[in-house]
């Protein structure tokens, strides 16, 4: 499998993931909001949950941007090969 299927898959199950990845963040609408990758509760990283951009996310404050693959690895503080 490689890494685009991996974010097709990560997608498909984004609402679960980010509320795994940012535990302080909430849904607010169709976006899931936390303080940033750290996270905390906030309005900074915003990921959508829905329509043509589900899984794509930013954060406001850094200019980080990607795709749940990316974020994950950003929450986690690794890289891919």
Sequence with gaps: MDA????????ERAEEVVAY???GGR???RE???????GE???SLKVCLEG???GVWSDFATGEVGDL???WC????????
């Design 69 to 71: 693959l990316d974020l």
């Design 52 to 54: 043509g951009k589900v």
């Design 74 to 81: 950003a929450v986690r503080r690794i890289s891919l090969p």
């Design 32 to 38: 899931f909001c936390a303080g940033s990758v750290g």
């Design 4 to 11: 685009g299927q991996i974010s097709r898959r990560l997608a």
């Design 21 to 23: 990845l940012l535990p």
């Design 41 to 43: 509760q906030g309005q």
């Design 27 to 29: 849904r607010q609408g």
